[in-house]
């Protein structure tokens, strides 16, 4: 069996190490454009702001692939897929790799913005190993940060650079940052807490050109006014790396499509990861969630079907545990659904201790949640969402951390 995976993210090398696990003959190749050791993409932020240093990004040692068998072939793009021939192509080689069974873990690139001077130094993206330590070089003559976006990598990247001592400024499209995990209560606790740690936010505006002498020097905003910075970093979200996928042969929305299996509308071609587009477990359509655990997840799925042991997984869910100075944010599944949805809503917020719960019940199923600073038992409280547990007591017992849950489970 010719196994063929691209993309050397956490979900590439979960299913290498499955599929190893299952096949021990198979020949198994994994292509990567980054030559760094596999790593944890979320420590990068952690690296921004001093924290962890550098050195403790990888996640597997560098002769993983040796002692698993795999013949990697990094540093190179893959240029496309021939789905009939069943064949990846790479520039240069002219036959190309063939495959029995394909993995598409290619991850996503930060969704690109448009202004002019976008090629000063000192803009960067924040995705990669590359990118950070780009980013450590320049923080040492860094006073003055403009972050875009107010997102999960916009927001962490404006947290990193504030805890270095940089002053910082951030532009955000919704009233709030991390509007897509938080709900407006707990957002507006969060920028609360950045504010008073010294974050100058500005809600509703964006950058529409960079200036400076080689490197970036300010920016001007969309509503003409200037502003001096000497880093600028873009986090506006992120969207899959798919540009080598054929999308009249490979069904693709926002990522490529998969059902339970991995499996995409071609059989034997399977995607994984922030690449892949499943059924999310609380909102029952599709949806890519870009979040760790579940690109672990799925490339394990994957790797194991593609190695021939049948695994479903019921659909992906979003989670994240976040900790802002002394404040700690928990969120998991469909946080702030639209009153057209027809959930149950709970709701505690002690506005003197600063802390919040929220509960979205659809009947007795829990579909979502957000916690700050009252985050106790929130892991129970995701899987209760992830396995569609049936609530057993009252969705107001369980706002209370001290919830009783051996009657929960019984
Ligand atoms: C700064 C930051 C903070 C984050 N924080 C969190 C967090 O707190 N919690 C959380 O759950 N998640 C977080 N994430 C998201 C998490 O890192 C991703 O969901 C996860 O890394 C996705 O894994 P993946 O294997 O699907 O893709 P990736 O890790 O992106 O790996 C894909 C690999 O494929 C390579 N590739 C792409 N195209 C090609 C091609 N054509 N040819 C060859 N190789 C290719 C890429 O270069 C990359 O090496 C964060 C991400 C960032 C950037």
Request: proline share 5%; charged share 25%.
């Amino acid at each position: 069996m010719k196994y063929v995976i691209i993309g050397n993210g956490v979900a590439g090398i979960h299913a290498a190490e499955a599929i190893r696990h299952l096949d021990a003959e198979g020949r198994l190749t994994l292509i990567g454009d980054e030559t760094f050791p596999p790593y944890c993409r979320p420590m990068i932020s952690m690296v921004l702001e001093g924290a962890t240093p550098p050195e403790r990004l990888p996640i597997r040692s560098t002769d993983f692939y040796r002692r698993l068998g795999i013949t990697p072939i990094l540093g190179r793009r893959v240029s496309g897929i021939d789905v009939e021939a069943r064949v990846v192509r790479l520039p240069g080689l002219e036959d190309g790799i063939p495959f029995d069974r394909l993995l598409i873990a290619s991850g996503a690139d930060p969704r690109p913005i448009t202004a002019d001077g976008l090629h000063l130094a000192h803009i960067f993206y924040m995705r990669t190993e590359r990118h950070i330590r780009e980013m450590l070089d320049a923080i040492p003559t860094v006073k003055t940060a403009l972050v875009l976006g107010g997102g999960l990598v916009g927001f962490k990247a404006a947290y990193g650079l504030l805890r270095r001592g940089i002053r910082v400024t951030q532009l955000i499209r919704s009233a709030y940052p991390l509007s897509m995990q938080v709900d407006r209560t707990a957002g507006e606790m969060i920028l609360n807490e950045l504010v008073r740690k010294g974050l100058d936010v500005r809600v509703g505006l964006s950058a529409a050109a960079f200036h400076g002498n080689g490197r970036v020097e300010g920016a001007r905003l969309s509503d003409g006014s200037e502003i001096a910075c000497d880093m600028v970093v873009i986090g506006k979200g992120v969207l899959p790396a798919l540009s080598f996928v054929p999308r009249d042969r490979i069904d693709v929305d926002l990522g490529v499509l998969v059902n339970a299996h991995m499996e995409t509308s071609v059989p034997g071609i399977y995607a994984a990861g922030d690449a892949a587009e499943f059924v999310d477990i609380a909102r029952k359509t599709r949806w890519v969630n870009a979040i760790w655990p579940e690109a672990a997840a799925q490339g394990r799925a994957a790797g194991m079907n593609m190695a021939g042991r049948p695994v479903a997984l019921k659909g992906s869910l979003s989670r994240n545990v976040i900790r802002i100075f002394d404040m700690d944010v928990m969120t998991g599944g469909w946080v702030d659904p639209p009153e057209s949805a027809g959930f149950e809503i709970l709701s505690r917020h002690d506005r003197r201790r600063k802390t919040y719960r929220k509960l979205v019940l659809d009947g007795r199923r829990l579909v979502g949640m957000a916690m700050v600073n009252d985050i106790a038992q929130g892991g129970l409280l995701i899987s209760l969402i992830q396995n569609e547990v049936p609530l057993r007591i009252s969705g107001n017992a369980l706002l209370s951390s001290g919830f009783n849950y051996r009657q929960l489970l019984n």
